[in-house]
């Protein structure tokens, strides 16, 4: 099978640390690279991890808080500079836009390629990305912003493979998650049923609930159930607070309610 895999660039919050970068992903799917999120010093990662500049097609942000943004421009910038021509398709929620094309025009007004902007509803479920491989929908979540998710779907049938052989093998089409900043909601699962794995914010271990709900988060616990609830493959944890430096006691949580969860780290490649 091609690969559907995702590799981790950065999985921490907010807070700097000395331990994680902010958050953002490669999501690569049958040869195609797209990324998620671009928290600052994503383009250093990218460097660090061989990820090829001219093979991302679009970025997808899930919401306007700094450590989900902040290295967009200073990316966007270097592409220019390392002679990148294709088109940069760019899916955010549709607030940033009119400040998106003023930073844009003064600090790089001569990329030498285009920047596709497509406003994204964050409180719809809708398909906002097509094309022969698959489909990349929205998930809404509830955070102190307007903040979505992302979801990736193989479509099930390439041209060239029989049909009958699928069947015969039982090959599921692959999907993917990426659920970011929101508190935990109880009906969440049913967006993402059966979905092959899962990323979840996990911010806080259960001991900080009160903290989680107060700022919109949710615990590796949280995360747990709505993997349990989702009949999902895997679940991968991450966004993790500078609170916890051993974020084993995060996984311990995770696993007491869904054992398939895994912490995530910069430089690890998951296979979807």
Do not use: W
Request: with cysteine; charged share 20%.
């Amino acid at each position: 099978m091609e690969p559907f895999q995702v590799k981790i660039l950065g999985c921490g919050s907010a807070l700097p640390t000395g331990k994680h970068f902010c958050s953002s992903q490669v999501v690569e799917v049958r040869g195609k690279q797209f990324m998620i999120d671009c928290g600052e010093g994503t383009q250093m990662q990218l460097r660090k991890y061989s990820v090829h500049f001219s093979r991302l097609i679009a970025v997808f942000i899930s919401h306007m808080h700094g450590d989900h943004c902040f290295g967009l421009l200073g990316m966007l910038s270097t592409f220019g500079m390392t002679g990148r021509t294709a088109p940069l398709h760019l899916y955010a929620p549709a607030d940033f836009e009119g400040l998106f094309r003023q930073e844009l025009d003064f600090f790089c007004d001569r990329l030498g390629f285009e920047v596709v902007f497509h406003p994204v509803d964050t409180t719809v479920q809708q398909v906002i990305y097509e094309d022969k491989s698959l489909t990349v929908e929205t998930i809404p979540l509830s955070h102190r912003v307007p903040c979505c998710g992302f979801l990736f779907r193989e479509k099930p049938l390439l041209p060239h493979i029989r049909r009958d052989r699928i069947d015969y093998y039982n090959i599921p089409p692959r999907s993917y998650a990426y659920c970011s900043d929101t508190r935990y909601l109880p009906d969440l699962h049913k967006r993402i049923a059966g979905v092959s794995t899962l990323y979840h914010e996990s911010t806080y271990d259960d001991s900080n609930i009160d903290r989680a709900q107060l700022y919109y988060h949710s615990t590796a616990g949280q995360a747990a159930q709505v993997a349990r609830d989702a009949k999902v493959g895997k679940l991968l944890l991450g966004h993790f607070s500078a609170r916890h430096y051993n974020e084993e006691a995060l996984l311990q949580d995770a696993r007491k309610v869904f054992p398939e969860s895994f912490l995530t780290n910069e430089g690890l490649t998951f296979d979807v």
